[in-house]
T-cell receptor, first 115, second 113 residues
Framework: DGGITQSPKYLFRKEGQNVTLSCEQNLNHDAMYWYRQDPGQGLRLIYY???????QKGDIAEGYSVSREKKESFPLTVTSAQKNPTAFYLCASSLDAGGPYNEQFFGPGTRLTVL | AQSVSQHNHHVILSEAASLELGCNYS??????LFWYVQYPGQHLQLLLK??????LVKGIKGFEAEFIKSKFSFNLRKPSVQWSDTAEYFCAVNGYNFNKFYFGSGTKLNVKP
């Protein structure tokens, strides 16, 4: 059953702690993305990766870090430098990052709450 | 930077009413266009997409959208909504020459039974 998995579904963190959100896909997609979803603001791009061992900052990368050591995995670390980390985080993938006939597939999301 | 505008932030309709949600984008080149839907408690799923060809695109659950290149628009329509259409709808664009997807801010649709 192909798709994108994100874990955990809910995550609680104390202020000052780093936390890593998992994203795995078995769709054999080259490109992966992390978005943050806040009410009334749609989806804002945090980081994206077009290929293994390469990634680029999105529109709101400050306070976040990523790695792409394997094609199927794209973990996101929310660091203590992120001033307002409580949000719903969505991971997505696409066959590649540009060109025709490209569409994104989304995971179920992780809701992060900072206490 | 590219942008996507959804002018209707919150729409309330009665069942059987017709729906049209606006979407405009700013990129002048060749684009792929999408509408995604997020039902309460569920993850984003694709409603329909436009890559090329017929500008009137039909999607799941009776939804359709029309690409009007001259207006940079990709409005979503449904002739008769149901209570089960209550959800948040997002328009998105991806271009041949840029490696990101841009999303609108979303439209929350509440359908009253």
């Amino acid at each position: 059953d192909g798709g994108i998995t994100q874990s955990p579904k809910y995550l609680f963190r104390k202020e000052g702690q780093n936390v890593t959100l998992s994203c795995e896909q078995n769709l054999n997609h080259d490109a992966m993305y992390w978005y943050r979803q806040d009410p009334g603001q749609g989806l804002r791009l945090i980081y994206y990766s077009q290929i293994v061992n390469d990634f680029q900052k999105g529109d709101i990368a400050e306070g976040y870090s990523v790695s792409r050591e394997k094609k199927e995995s794209f973990p996101l670390t929310v660091t203590s430098a992120q001033k307002n980390p409580t949000a719903f985080y969505l991971c997505a993938s696409s066959l590649d990052a540009g060109g025709p006939y490209n569409e994104q597939f989304f995971g179920p999301g992780t809701r992060l709450t900072v206490l | 930077a590219q942008s996507v505008s959804q002018h209707n932030h919150h729409v309330i309709l009665s069942e059987a009413a017709s729906l049209e949600l606006g979407c405009n984008y700013s990129y002048g080149g060749t684009v792929n266009l999408f509408w995604y839907v997020q039902y309460p408690g569920q993850h984003l799923q694709l409603l329909l997409k436009y890559f090329s060809g017929d500008p009137l695109v039909k999607g799941i659950k009776g939804f359709e959208a029309e690409f009007i290149k001259s207006k940079f628009s990709f409005n979503l329509r449904k002739p008769s909504v149901q209570w089960s259409d209550t959800a948040e709808y997002f328009c998105a664009v991806n271009g041949y020459n840029f490696n990101k997807f841009y999303f609108g801010s979303g439209t929350k649709l509440n359908v009253k039974p």
